[in-house]
Nanobody
């Protein structure tokens, strides 16, 4: 069992920045591919959108097109933590952001919505215009 706990969400004005963190339980964090998804207000669970993914070593990274150049995913395997730095935020980034872990998946798998074994409970990001 892997427990994922997100933090860092909040209310920010358009153009601002936030840094999300996701702490994972277990001693084998470095063996998980990690990622972030988001669910916008009014959307159903099945409509959760891929945001970013990172491989076990951090050497492979994927982003959805709408966040490229604005968001950066990173991980610190010594701290069992994955981060999502979000800059130049827009109102359309408003969503609950979920951290995911793939025990056998690659980052590319996660980027196409496959292989997510564990989900966190999410953290709300609200961007005001």
């Amino acid at each position: 069992q892997v427990l994922l706990v997100e933090s860092g969400g909040g209310l920010v004005q358009a153009g601002g920045s936030l840094r999300l963190s996701c702490s994972a339980s277990g001693r084998t964090f470095s063996t998980y591919a990690m990622g972030w998804f988001r669910q916008a207000p009014g959307k159903e669970r099945k409509e959760r959108e891929f945001v970013a993914a990172i491989s076990r070593s951090g050497g492979s990274i994927y982003y959805t097109d709408s966040v490229k150049g604005r968001f950066t995913i990173s991980r610190d395997n010594a701290k069992n933590t994955v981060y999502l730095q979000m800059n130049s935020l827009k109102p359309e980034d408003t969503a609950v952001y979920y951290c995911v872990a793939g025990l056998t998946a690659t980052a590319q798998d996660i980027s196409i919505g496959r292989g997510m074994d564990y989900w966190g409970k999410g953290t709300l990001v609200t961007v005001s215009s």
